[in-house]
């Protein structure tokens, strides 16, 4: 451990902090409607995100966990975001339809997944390393994201909740590991990660022209 | 084992002979027995020789089948009538079959018999061929397990051995195997030499006749060979019937014993051939559709004969 | 006599090569329709020719011969060796293989002009000689492996053969029928051999010899019922037939010669190998089963085959009531080797394999017959002959002795092997002393039943086609087939003639099998009269002999004919129409028909039947003064109805029920994967 | 030489070279020389890999086992086969105006990349690389499948991103915990996460990191590879691509998924015993296979038909591997091998048949192809015969591999059940296949006029399966025997 105990500890409590925020942030994903402001909340989580790697990264002192952070700002704090919101606009959809269980059902569903990732994670926490901790909120917003996406019928919202699992699984990595994954792994992780959202716009688009709508539930020709 | 070729002469000459006579006494009897006056007994020979001197009218459909077909039914009936022990205990060609074979030759000139029936193209021939062929399928199994019932008793399907053995001290007249064995073979004995209840030898209405349809486009010798050669089955499945379960009298050798032996089987013949007589005079014609009624009650004194064998051990 | 240069390899392997060449010279020449036919059906018959006497060789040098072994092509991984191996049980079906081969492949000389310029006769040839191919690698392939991919083979390319005439519905639903059966059969059959691959941990046959004493009760009866099953699919045992009577009319005529003469004997020949090879001394009902199963076959089959009125179809169910007999004789034996009676075993099983071989020869005679009628007159419906016995003589001629040896009766083959089967199941009644022993007289007399019921179908068969006046158009053009075609009928007549009167000779070509399977040696024991006669083995047993009755009553024709001297010698013979009724103008409409021949049967089975008749009458003032009459009556096949239709319409509703999994919608799958996350995360706790 | 590099080298290039505008015959060209060198260097790592167990390159970044050099050389086979079988059927869409050029180019440069990224997967050292890689594969061949932009592939490309990329980030959770694992042994800040380095240290890791690795890898890759119940989108997917991807993703794609699914299994069997993960493989691969037959045997659509069938040969891949024994898993491996040879003839078939009868649906082709289309029919009935599993083709014997080798082990209800399902699938597709091949046309149908289209990539692989069926040469048979004993846990 290169890093003082007590910022040790004010780091494990600003980890412990931003994670929980993630995990608020992600449960407010679950009951918005509003597709925009769907995005703009992933941007946010994104953010906590790269914040908790900061906060890796100076606590220990690590380069390359820096490296991460700033990918993790530039891709999924500025660019996707804009690239999600510029595929909204073109496609002009403003609000999710109906989903699949109302509010309160999910909200209830997504604290049955919390308590299933805290009982997943429980092995593995309270480990001596930085932002172990944080494991079962990663668990968690992994199973929440899921949830999201069979939960919700527009494209655009599956894509986000997608984006969400794939926050889950940084945060576990970051949770688990003292210094995230090597960085030749982060790199590949991130490059998919932009590529596939891109194709995933294309489809979007191609399908909003063939289709006429962004309305997943419609996307059931395929049978048998 | 071998062939006494005197043995074989006697016994065809027997069968030739004495088959025209007994049907003629069936004939004659039942007249009797229904106030009529009725043919001579030897009327049945007159017919044969007629209808030998007759002039053959063929049908024009007819192929060689139909020719063909009454050289061998009354070749097969002759041959058949070989297997059996007649008048002595053995059989002159038993070398050459056992009961097995005897009741395949029957088949044998039976499957002839149809076809020749077919083969003219009339609706008659083929709807008595339908019910020969139909009666005989039902009456097949009943015959069979009453020859299995007296062919285990001997250990043996040899008709020669069975009749040695039915005449040993083994044998019991009474027990209920054979009481039972012999009343199945009687009802196939009606029902194959076409007796009433299952045939009316008499009749010519259309619907009713079995054998005579399929003999109705036959004339002249080929008529004669077909009557001749159901006279001789019938005379073979008699003979059967009294030899196995009537073993008295069979002759050992010597002419002198031949002659007795010939006597006594001539005496039991007729007896076997009154009850038949009484049998058709009282019972009346079946309908077709009941007949495997009666026969099927052949097949199940058949299969009691055989658990008889296994209960009365 | 160089008898040991014909059991080296060599004269096999040319054997073998030639079908192959055969099948490669189809395909080349597929163009060329004559040099085609000419060529591969030509290297079948040398193929079979060779054979034959290679097979007959090694049936002749008994146990002792060195019998050729050889691996066929190099093995892929060692526990897969292309063994081929000649021993006794196999070179009996060899021969039988062979000696149809040998009269078909010249029959189809002849056979395979009737489709130049319609279909595609090379490939006739190919798929021919791959059969006959396959169908000779199953019986002498000496190892597990082997002998499925040859079990397999043999049925795709039937299945290809079942389709050849694939532009009727007809021909493609039978051949998928024949081969889905077939398939669910070869599935049992890889369990069964894989139980046995278990016991010995190799796949040779020989590692297989007498290996149920090895393995657990349950076990053993586990192999038992799924060899019975799988063997009995492709035998056609009843329940399992119901491909048989659709799959092998539709087949060009000398494959359905083939098929049912010998692919189902196949059937046979694996059983008689588990059972008596492989399984070792059998449990009670091990043979009880068989040999109802047999009476069951046999009786329903011929039961079935007195309905039909499509030729072919009838050969077919005839195929079922044959294989229902020979099945009682593996039943008998089975049940003698359980009660101690190896002689009496080896009798039983005598009279099923020689019953195996007759029927093979008598069924594929009847096949080409029947092929020679399609030929002539294009239909298989028999109501549309008749009269074909003058126009078709040697035909006529061929089929009716068929016919008389199919109905079992003498002097012909068929009768012989009955009679065996006969004294077996008569001797058996004295080897128990437990009520089982009923069975053997009952199953007598039902085979009796069989023997009557049969001669009455084929007194129908042979009456209504080739008899009487012609039905149809095409009956009365019809023409005799050509030599080849007679040729190879005629070999197969001979041979019913040969195993009809000389069985004695036959038998003791089956010694060696009987060594093998039953350690008895019998064909000694079972003649009598020098030769002359056959015996049932027993010191006190009935005697046969068809020589002896073809002699006698080619002797006593001589009374009839001298009857006819004596009186009939002035006698006219002259023509003259039918008696008509006294009504001018019998036509072959008001000919009995072959509907109406069987109807009584009909009637009399109608239990089983469940005969159903629809009249339609149009009148115009009287209903008695018809104007038109339609009449349809119909049998119900109840396993059809009652088993297997019902069976596949409840797989097929599961099918579609299931289908509802996969309706499209991503959210439906997303939550198919989530709960397996759920569920397995809980499994990973 | 560089030679692992030169495999993902060499077909990366030619995808991005055909981005230059080049004629579309030397795009063409240009795939199938790129797959031809691919399949000529996995023959060389073939005999590099028997003489040297393993083979590793830029600074162990990639690595190469008797298993990687399998992969390789059937994967390479296969895209082989598709190149082969695209220049044509490109043209003929082109002729057809059902894609225009820029599509057809979209293709001659996806189709390399696609190959390039299967490579990867195999041959890549870093988990996580190798994760990565797999991603890549999904990415290059959903606008693939996509490539008709009509409703239907729209829908079916959709599905077929959506639920990989979940599935997907599910394994990149998985390849976390085995990092973590990786961590916790180790004090160094980033410890290597390379498989070379994992594998030696598998039994010191902690168990419950790799027990929930394990779960998460098999649901993810699973998903990739096909396993019921994440194989929704394989049926869409397969059907609506045009008929060479749907060849690779069938014959290749599904296969280097289960390899990526079964190197998680080694390790995790290094580490635990063979038990948890062979269990769950077992479970999943039976499921796979019982569930096949029935959307078989009331199938609508001739490719939806035989991805379903793809779906029973994946479960029996997963069957035969679970079942543990080498017997087992040598016939698995093979299974891999003659599948990937046989499947392809069929998609390419179909998609003759599609491009004739401009449907797939059984009930609009009718009876009768073999008459209108005879090459093509022909050569779909033997690839059918091959893909049933039916002799002289390898699949009967790598099947009875699985079957007996269960057997032996005692397995017997699981023998029973493979060998039902595999019955149950033979009768649906010979069932289907009847209802099309043979018979009449039905009237009014035009014939092609092109009846040698695509033969040559459909009997250079039927050709290559039976010589592969009758005989399997002596180094290829050690290799699958080595890769068997890198699977079975014993070098």
């Not at chain 3, 099918?655 to 996969?662: C, E, I, M, N």
């Not at chain 4, 695509?454 to 592969?468: D, Q």
Request: with cysteine; proline share 5%; glycine share 8%.
């Amino acid at each position: 451990m290169n890093a003082p105990s007590v910022s040790a500890d004010l780091g494990s409590q600003l980890i412990t902090l931003m994670a929980a925020l993630m995990l608020v942030l992600q449960l407010l994903l679950v009951v918005e409607n509003r597709v925009l402001t769907g995005i703009r909340l992933y941007a946010i989580q994104s953010l906590f995100l790269a914040g908790i790697a900061g906060v890796v990264a100076f606590f220990n002192n690590a380069v390359d966990v820096y490296i991460v952070a700033a990918l993790t700002v530039l891709g999924k704090v500025v660019f996707l975001p804009w690239l999600l919101n510029r595929q909204v606009r073109r496609i002009q959809i403003v609000q999710e339809i109906e989903p699949l269980f109302n509010a309160p059902t999910a909200m209830l569903v997504c604290g049955g997944l919390t308590l299933l990732g805290y009982i997943v994670a429980r092995p593995f926490t309270g480990l001596e390393r930085l932002g172990n901790n944080t494991l079962a909120i990663a668990i968690t917003l992994v199973l929440t994201g899921f949830f999201l996406m069979f939960n919700r019928r527009k494209a655009l919202t599956q894509v986000l909740a997608l984006l969400t699992v794939e926050n889950g699984v940084m945060l576990a990595a970051i949770a688990l590991t003292t210094y995230g994954m090597p960085l030749v792994v982060e790199f590949g992780i991130f490059f998919d990660v932009l590529v596939a959202v891109m194709i995933l716009g294309i489809l979007v688009y191609r399908i909003r022209e063939s289709f006429a709508s962004m309305d997943t539930s419609k996307l059931n020709q395929l049978k048998g | 084992m071998s062939l006494d070729l005197p043995d074989v002469v006697l016994q065809t000459v027997l069968l030739l002979l004495l088959a025209p006579l007994v049907s003629g006494c069936v004939k004659n009897w039942k007249a009797k027995l229904q106030n009529r006056r009725g043919p001579p007994v030897w009327q049945v020979y007159a017919d044969l020789l007629k209808f030998f001197r007759k002039d053959v009218v063929i049908s024009e459909h007819a192929s060689w089948v139909f020719s063909c077909a009454p050289y061998v039914v009354f070749v097969a009936a002759l041959l058949a009538g070989l297997l059996v022990p007649m008048a002595t205990a053995r059989a002159p060609l038993s070398l050459f079959g056992d009961v097995l074979a005897l009741v395949g030759l029957l088949a044998l000139g039976r499957f002839f018999l149809a076809l020749g029936g077919l083969d003219p193209g009339s609706a008659f021939g083929g709807m008595g061929s339908s019910r020969e062929m139909t009666i005989a399928a039902v009456a097949e199994p009943a015959l069979m397990l009453a020859i299995f019932t007296v062919a285990i008793a001997a250990g043996s399907t040899d008709l020669s051995r069975i009749v040695q053995f039915a005449q040993s001290p083994d044998w019991k007249w009474f027990n209920p195997t054979h009481v039972m064995a012999f009343a199945a073979l009687f009802i196939v004995l009606l029902a194959e030499t076409g007796r009433i209840p299952v045939d009316n030898p008499a009749t010519h209405l259309e619907l009713t006749m079995i054998h005579e349809a399929m003999l109705l486009e036959y004339s002249g010798r080929y008529l004669a060979l077909m009557k001749w050669g159901a006279s001789i089955k019938q005379l073979v499945l008699m003979t059967l019937l009294v030899n196995i379960f009537f073993p008295v009298g069979l002759a050992a050798a010597g002419p002198r014993a031949v002659a007795l032996g010939v006597l006594i089987y001539a005496a039991k013949l007729l007896a076997l051939a009154a009850a038949v007589v009484i049998v058709e005079t009282t019972n009346a014609k079946l309908r077709l559709f009941r007949v495997p009624d009666l026969l099927s009650a052949a097949f199940s004194l058949g299969t009691l004969a055989l658990l008889s064998t296994f209960l009365f051990q | 006599m160089p008898v040991d240069a014909i059991l080296s390899a060599a004269p096999l392997k040319f054997a073998l090569l030639c079908y192959v060449a055969g099948a490669f010279a189809g395909l080349v020449f597929f163009r060329f329709e004559r040099a085609a036919t000419l060529l591969s059906f030509g290297c079948a018959a040398l193929a079979s020719l060779c054979g034959l006497a290679v097979c007959a060789a090694a049936l002749a040098g008994g146990m002792a011969a060195a019998n050729p072994s050889f691996d066929l092509l190099p093995s892929l991984v060692p526990w897969m060796q292309f063994t081929v191996r000649l021993d006794p049980l196999g070179a009996f079906f060899g021969l039988v293989v062979s000696l149809l081969g040998l009269a078909i492949s010249v029959y189809s000389l002849g056979y395979a002009r009737g489709f130049y310029g319609r279909k595609n006769v090379g490939v006739l040839g190919a798929f021919f000689n791959a059969l006959l191919l396959a169908t000779t690698l199953v019986f002498l392939s000496g190892n597990a492996f082997f002998f499925l991919i040859a079990w397999e083979i043999m049925a795709l390319t039937a299945y290809c053969l079942v389709s050849f005439e694939h532009e009727k519905d007809e021909a493609r639903n039978a051949g998928v029928l024949f081969f889905v059966m077939s398939h669910l059969g070869t599935g049992c059959l890889i369990l069964g051999f894989l139980l046995l691959f278990q016991a010995s941990g190799g796949y040779g046959f020989d590692g297989f010899h007498a290996l149920g004493d090895a393995m657990s009760p349950g076990k053993r009866d586990a192999a038992f019922l799924l060899f019975l099953v799988g063997f009995g699919v492709k035998a056609g045992i009843v329940p399992l037939h119901i491909w048989l009577p659709s799959a092998h009319p539709v087949a060009p005529s000398n494959v359905s010669a083939f098929m049912s003469g010998v692919m189902i004997k196949a059937g046979i020949y694996g059983l008689a190998r588990a059972f008596f090879d492989f399984l070792g001394p059998p449990p009670g009902w091990w043979g009880v089963t068989v040999l109802s199963l047999g009476v069951i076959s046999a009786v329903l089959g011929v039961l079935y085959a007195l309905m039909e009125h499509d030729l072919k179809r009838l050969l077919a169910y005839h195929s079922i009531e044959n294989i229902g007999i020979i099945l009682m004789g593996l039943g008998a034996a089975l049940m003698f080797l359980h009660s101690g009676h190896p002689v009496l075993a080896a009798l039983a099983l005598i009279a099923g394999l020689y019953h195996t071989i007759n029927h093979a020869v008598f069924k594929a005679l009847l096949f080409l017959g029947a092929g020679a009628v399609l030929h002539a007159t294009h239909t298989r419906n028999m109501e549309e002959m008749g009269g074909l016995a003058k126009r078709m003589r040697w035909t006529a001629l061929f089929f009716l002795v068929g016919a008389v040896a199919i109905s079992a009766l003498p002097p012909l083959n068929g009768f012989v092997s009955e009679w065996l089967t006969y004294q077996a199941l008569l001797q058996g009644f004295g080897t128990t002393a437990s009520l089982v022993r009923i069975m053997f007289p009952i199953s007598g007399a039902m085979l009796a039943l069989t023997g009557a019921l049969a001669a009455a179908c084929f007194v129908k068969a042979f009456g209504i086609t080739f008899l009487a006046q012609p039905r149809g158009e095409h009956a009365a053009q019809a023409q005799e087939a050509p030599f080849t075609m007679l040729l190879g009928q005629g070999i197969l007549t001979a041979a019913c003639v040969f195993l009809g009167l000389f069985p004695t000779v036959f038998l003791k070509l089956l010694d060696p099998l009987t060594q093998q399977l039953t350690g008895e040696k019998l064909s000694g024991q079972l003649t009598a009269a020098n030769g002359l006669a056959l015996s049932n083995g027993a010191l006190s047993g009935g005697t046969v002999s068809m020589l002896g009755i073809a002699f006698a009553g080619l002797a006593l024709l001589a009374a009839p004919l001298v009857l006819r001297g004596l009186f009939a010698a002035r006698a006219k013979t002259r023509l003259a129409p039918t008696w008509d009724c006294g009504q001018p103008g019998l036509t072959p409409r008001m000919e009995y028909t072959a509907t109406g021949f069987s109807k009584p049967i009909r009637m009399i089975f109608k239990a089983l039947f469940r005969p159903r008749r629809e009249m339609q009458r149009e009148y115009d003032f009287s209903p008695y003064f018809a104007t038109t009459l339609r009449f349809e009556s119909h049998v119900e096949e109840v396993f059809q109805t009652r088993i297997y239709r019902p069976l596949v319409r409840q797989v097929l509703r599961v099918s579609r029920r299931l289908r509802a999994l996969q309706a499209g919608s991503i959210q439906a799958y997303l939550i198919y994967i989530f709960l397996t996350l759920l569920a397995l995360l809980i499994f990973a706790l | 030489m560089a030679l692992l590099t030169s495999i993902v080298v060499v077909p990366a290039a030619a995808g991005l070279a055909c981005l230059l505008p080049l004629p579309r015959r030397i795009l063409a060209a240009l795939n199938i020389l790129a797959f031809g060198v691919a399949l000529a260097l996995g023959v060389a790592l073939l005999r590099r890999v028997l003489a040297q167990d393993v083979v590793t390159e830029c600074h162990e970044f990639l690595y190469a086992d008797a298993l990687s050099a399998w992969m390789v050389l059937l994967t390479s086979a296969v895209s082989l086969g598709s190149a082969l079988y695209a220049g044509r059927y490109v043209q003929r869409d082109l002729d057809d105006q059902t894609i225009t050029p820029g599509r057809a180019r979209e293709f001659f440069v996806l189709t390399p990349l696609f190959g390039a990224a299967m490579f990867l997967v195999v041959l890549a050292n870093n988990l996580g690389v190798m994760w990565a890689a797999v991603e890549a594969t999904a990415l290059s061949s959903v606008l693939l499948v996509a490539l008709y932009n009509r409703k239907n592939s729209l829908e079916a490309a959709w599905k077929y991103v959506m639920l990989g990329s979940l599935g997907l980030a599910l394994a990149l959770l998985g390849t976390v915990f085995v990092y973590a694992a990786a961590c916790k042994n180790t004090s160094e800040p980033f410890p290597s996460f390379n498989w070379s380095h994992l594998m030696p240290l598998a039994h010191q890791l902690d168990p419950h990191l790799l027990k929930l690795a394990f779960v998460l890898a098999l649901i993810g890759y699973g998903t990739k590879a096909g396993l019921a119940p994440m194989h929704t989108w394989l049926p869409d997917a397969h059907s609506e691509a045009p008929s060479p991807t749907s060849a690779m993703l069938s014959g290749a794609s599904l296969k280097v998924a289960i390899y990526a699914l079964l190197r998680f299994h080694i390790l995790t069997a290094a580490c635990l015993g063979s038990g948890f993960s062979r269990h769950l493989l077992l479970g999943f691969g039976l499921l796979s296979m019982l569930l096949a037959p029935p959307f078989i045997l009331v199938q609508r659509n001739l490719k939806r038909m035989l991805a379903y069938s793809s779906l029973e040969h994946v479960g029996l891949i997963c069957t035969g591997v679970a079942l543990n024994t080498p017997l087992t898993i040598f016939g698995a491996l093979l299974h891999m091998g003659y599948h990937a040879l046989a499947k392809p003839v069929l998609f390419f078939a179909a998609g003759n048949i599609h491009q004739t009868f401009h449907s797939l649906q059984f009930r609009a082709i009718g009876s009768g192809v073999v008459k209108m289309l005879p090459v093509t029919g022909l050569l779909m009935g033997l690839g059918a015969v091959a893909a049933v599993g039916l002799p002289p083709f390898g699949l009967f014997f790598s099947e009875l591999t699985v079957i007996s080798g269960g057997l032996a082990a005692g397995q017997i209800t699981v023998s029973v059940l493979i060998l039902a399902a595999l019955i149950a699938s033979f009768c649906g597709v010979l069932q289907q296949l009847a209802r099309i091949l043979p018979g009449e046309p039905k009237t009014g149908q035009a014939h092609s006029g092109r009846p040698f289209d695509g033969a040559l990539a459909m009997v250079l692989l039927l050709g290559g399966l039976l010589l592969f069926s009758v005989w399997l040469p002596a180094p290829l048979l050690r290799g699958i025997h080595q890769a068997a004993g890198i699977i079975g846990g014993r070098p």
